[in-house]
């Protein structure tokens, strides 16, 4: 078994950036909390698709995928005052990239629809790319 202790001394032990360059996406302090909450949640949904796929249940991690995720996901906020919708307040680009990201989930659905883990497992860095390609590039504060 390999000890992590270590690694996270060791990334401790590195120096805080001194300045966040991602791009600032402006949005009232509702929606700054609807969009911590929802982030938490695909956080939390990508966790257990992962798990799911660790214990080779393809389909069930694809039906996650795609309630918590996907397609289905969309416009869940849609029922907020304005001031509490995210997707509305974004910079276009970035809710270009939330779009990308549920497009993604479902086709990572799909895939994992068939119960072959490899094809689902060939989709899922798709899945995370979105993820971290708005992270690395947009902050709310």
Same mark, same amino acid.
């Given at each position: /078994?390999?000890?992590?202790l270590?690694?996270? &001394?060791? &990334?401790? #032990? *590195?120096?805080?950036?001194?300045e966040?360059? +991602?791009? *600032?996406?402006?949005?009232?302090p509702a929606?700054?909390?609807?969009?911590?909450?929802? /982030? &938490?949640? $695909?956080?939390?949904? *990508?966790n257990?698709?992962?798990?799911?796929?660790a214990? $080779?249940q @393809?389909?069930?991690?694809?039906? @996650?995928?795609?309630?918590?995720?996907? +397609?289905?996901?969309?416009?869940?906020?849609?029922? &907020?005052?304005f001031?509490a +919708?995210? %997707?509305?307040?974004?910079? +276009?680009? /970035?809710?270009? *990239? #939330?779009? $990308? %990201?549920?497009? @993604?989930a479902?086709?990572f659905?799909?895939?994992? #629809?068939?119960?072959e883990?490899?094809k689902a497992? #060939?989709?899922?860095?798709?899945l995370? %790319?979105?993820? @971290?390609?708005?992270?690395?590039?947009?902050r709310?504060?």
């Amino acid at each position: /078994m390999r000890k992590k202790l270590p690694l996270l &001394l060791a &990334l401790l #032990a *590195l120096p805080a950036a001194a300045e966040d360059t +991602r791009l *600032l996406a402006e949005l009232k302090p509702a929606a700054q909390e609807t969009l911590r909450k929802e /982030m &938490l949640d $695909n956080l939390i949904a *990508l966790n257990s698709i992962i798990s799911l796929l660790a214990a $080779n249940q @393809v389909k069930e991690a694809g039906e @996650v995928a795609e309630k918590e995720l996907g +397609r289905s996901a969309m416009g869940k906020n849609a029922t &907020l005052p304005f001031e509490a +919708r995210p %997707g509305p307040q974004m910079p +276009r680009e /970035m809710h270009q *990239l #939330a779009i $990308n %990201g549920h497009l @993604v989930a479902s086709d990572f659905a799909r895939a994992a #629809a068939s119960g072959e883990r490899d094809k689902a497992l #060939a989709e899922l860095p798709n899945l995370l %790319g979105t993820c @971290v390609a708005c992270h690395a590039t947009y902050r709310t504060r």
